[in-house]
């Protein structure tokens, strides 16, 4: 069964360095999203893209956060200044968008900032 | 505004008694309902949509427009049950198909 894989698994970095959270979402799927998950807390919707461009964004997704399709496979999320709390686990997912289908998640990358 | 509400944090029961998830949701036209299921460690899975009227894993769900409620219900838990249950939303008005999430509600079956 075709998967939205997501890559580093694992990412730590330092405040204010810059950091790519790399998805291959699934091939046949034209609507791509970003979510982020705080420790405890609920999952958050960041951003939506289709089309080559953003559809849609969260009061959360600021001028920090930046989406790009790079070519016809990856999808990233880029965080330009990294703040103490942006450490999250950050959910890719892509779907159809048809009636009836659901949106597939990533299994996540944890990022932390120190 | 568009929400999905799950009233408990945390739900535990012992092997085999009945278990009911809550979930009430707000929105303004007609939503697709889901309930995700993430075990530990795993990624979100979707565990069943209301458009379906399908039974996973002997859980069911209905949709209740009256109420605006989308319990998820199982009559016997297991202990492989045991996971965060998240219920969502989604539909053309919330914009570029995003789903929305509630908190969750972590589920510990006991044995």
């Known amino acids: 069964e075709p998967e939205v894989t997501q890559t580093p698994s694992h990412q730590v970095t330092q405040m204010g360095q810059e950091v790519i959270l790399r998805c291959v979402p699934i091939?046949?799927?034209?609507?791509f999203y970003w979510y982020r998950q705080i420790l405890g807390q609920k999952v958050e919707f960041l951003v939506s893209?289709?089309?080559?461009?953003?559809?849609?964004k969260s009061e959360i997704f600021d001028d920090q956060f930046s989406v790009e399709r790079p070519d016809g496979s990856n999808f990233t999320l880029k965080i330009r200044s990294t703040k103490l709390e942006d450490s999250a686990m950050y959910f890719c997912?892509?779907?159809?968008?048809?009636?009836?289908?659901?949106?597939?998640f990533g299994q996540g990358t944890r990022l932390t900032v120190v | 505004a568009q929400r999905v509400t799950q009233p408990e944090k945390l739900l535990s029961v012992f092997k085999g008694a009945p278990v009911e998830l809550k979930c009430n949701y707000s929105?303004?036209?007609?939503?697709?309902l889901f309930w995700y299921v993430q075990y530990s460690r795993q990624r979100l899975q979707l565990l069943l949509r209301?458009?379906s009227r399908e039974s996973i894993k002997g859980f069911t769900a209905d949709l209740n427009k009256g109420e605006t409620s989308f319990h998820l219900k199982k009559p016997f838990a297991q202990e492989e049950d045991s996971a965060m249950y998240y219920c969502?939303?989604?539909?053309?008005?919330?914009?570029?198909?995003?789903?929305?999430f509630g908190a969750g509600t972590r589920l510990f079956v006991k044995a």
């Open positions: 997912a892509s779907s159809v968008n048809r009636v009836g289908t659901e949106a597939f």
């Open positions: 091939s046949n799927h034209l609507y």
């Open positions: 893209f289709y089309n080559n461009e953003i559809s849609e």
């Open positions: 209301h458009i």
């Open positions: 969502a939303l989604r539909g053309p008005d919330t914009g570029g198909f995003k789903t929305i």
């Open positions: 929105y303004s036209g007609s939503p697709e």
